[in-house]
């Protein structure tokens, strides 16, 4: 199993400029989350899905969109990136029957707006 | 008032010394408490997890939640040079295992 994968792993952008960072798990999750971590401030929920077709906004969504087309992928869309977008972006999936807060997180994807 | 507090250090212990990593929440209504270690340049990984009040222990590692004071502790025995880690404690905040976050202690065990 690889868990979750999260692509790139860097990536670098100029103002005004938009990507998407990929995010699959292969654990047959159906909740997944995006979660963006700045030095000092923790992690903070973006956006999450309860399952394909199913999303919803966290704390930080302002200037993000996802999409959850299949139980794998959510994909996190960065429309006319900011410098305040700069930080470290994290995936997640968990079992929807475990109330227990377990949360399997990729390796994060380092994004830079300068 | 952040909904979870956390010290973010960094702390710095020798190995073998027995270290407190510590958190307070606001939300009374949280019931459900983390702790993530997270290694650098890697993602969290869950460490333990707590329901209420008490104490649960896993090896060298306790987690204890003192709901009257709305206090989290991690404690670490006999620490290692592996143990170096950044430590989030976390609480799941409405259903769908959605998690607030402390904002993560560094921690360096030195041999």
């Known amino acids: 199993n690889a868990g979750v994968t999260q692509t790139p792993k860097f990536r670098i952008l100029k103002i005004g400029q938009s990507m998407t960072l990929q995010c699959a798990q292969d654990?047959?999750?159906?909740?997944m989350y995006w979660y963006r971590q700045d030095p000092g401030m923790g992690l903070k929920l973006i956006y999450y899905?309860?399952?394909?077709?199913?999303?919803d906004k966290g704390e930080v969504p302002n200037g993000y969109n996802v999409s959850r087309s299949t139980t794998e992928d959510f994909p996190l869309r960065l429309e006319l990136a900011a410098p305040s977008q700069t930080s470290v972006y994290f995936c997640?999936?968990?079992?929807?029957?475990?109330?227990?807060?377990?949360?399997?997180f990729g390796e994060g994807s380092r994004l830079t707006v300068l | 008032q952040k909904e979870v507090e956390q010290d973010p250090g960094p702390l710095s212990v020798p190995e073998g010394a027995i270290v407190s990593l510590n958190c307070t929440y606001s939300?009374?209504?949280?019931?459900?408490f983390m702790w993530y270690r997270q290694y650098s340049r890697k993602g969290p990984e869950l460490l333990m997890y707590?329901?209420?009040?008490g104490n649960k222990e896993d090896g060298r590692f306790t987690a204890q939640v003192d709901k009257s004071s709305k206090y989290i502790s991690l404690f670490i025995r006999d620490s290692q040079p592996s143990d170096s880690a950044t430590y989030l404690c976390?609480?799941?905040?409405?259903?769908?295992?959605?998690?607030?976050f402390g904002a993560g202690t560094r921690l360096a065990v030195h041999p």
């Open positions: 939300n009374s209504a949280f019931q459900y």
């Open positions: 976390a609480s799941l905040s409405g259903g769908y295992n959605k998690l607030i």
């Open positions: 654990m047959n999750h159906n909740y």
């Open positions: 997640a999936s968990s079992y929807s029957d475990r109330n227990t807060g377990e949360l399997f």
């Open positions: 899905s309860v399952g394909a077709g199913i999303t």
């Open positions: 707590t329901y209420s009040s």
